[in-house]
């Protein structure tokens, strides 16, 4: 597992109901343009819904189609492309956030995912590599087809559905048995030892 930094399991959420947040480089891999897509979608029943995408803008060709379909759908008062931002932002918008949302293509283990469980933010993430072992669908979040648009507005909606309270416990509760730093350094370390019998 990937270690979160401690300051992220002293965050107390307190959720605007209809915020949700991605957390990543916007890339094609990162599937921001078809989360874009799913937006319009949620929008038809909640009208202010938005989403805030924070991440590298350093692909230029890309950024600019998702902000054309920003325009297209007419989303402008709905979705913020708010940049790359320090970790103290970052904790500071997790505080707020009802949702993150990483609809990525292609993923391992995503650090913004264990973050965000850190902070008690439920999560609607792709059912793809190692991102099902992180999400308790149902509890902590929901798994979705990250190449079809209507299956990531469905994971949205269900989300938001979710009970605050106890999306955020049960979150901080995984987070913290597996994502703590010194719980990452124990197993690292055990992993060393179980290949060293085998060396011996």
């Known amino acids: 597992e990937n270690p979160v930094n401690e300051d992220y399991f002293a965050i107390e959420p307190k959720p605007k109901e209809h915020e949700l947040l991605f ?11 078809r989360l874009i897509q799913a937006l319009a979608l949620v929008r038809e029943r909640i ?6 995408i924070a991440g590298s803008l350093d692909n230029q060709a890309y950024v600019k189609r998702c902000k054309e379909q920003v325009e ?8 913020e492309f708010v940049g790359s931002i320090s970790l103290h932002e ?8 009802k949702l993150m949302v990483l609809c990525s293509l292609q993923e391992t283990a995503p650090l913004s995912i264990a973050e965000a469980m850190a902070a008690g933010v439920p999560v609607i993430a792709s059912n793809i590599c190692g991102i099902p072992h992180m999400v308790e669908v149902g509890v ?6 990250p190449t079809e648009i209507d299956d990531i507005a469905h994971g949205i909606l269900e989300g938001l559905e979710l009970d605050s309270y106890k999306a955020a416990e049960r979150s901080k509760e995984l987070a913290r048995g ?4 010194n719980v990452v350094a124990e197993n690292t370390v055990d992993v060393y030892k179980n290949i060293l019998k085998y060396i011996e």
Do not use: C, H, W
């Open 178 to 181: 597996r994502f703590a730093a």
């Open 140 to 145: 902590t979040g929901y798994l979705v087809d």
């Open 23 to 33: 957390a990543g480089v916007v890339s094609p891999r990162k599937n921001v343009e």
């Open 90 to 97: 970052m904790q500071a918008r997790l505080k707020v956030t």
């Open 47 to 52: 009208p202010n819904i938005s989403l805030r």
């Open 72 to 79: 297209v759908l007419g989303l402008q008062d709905n979705v």
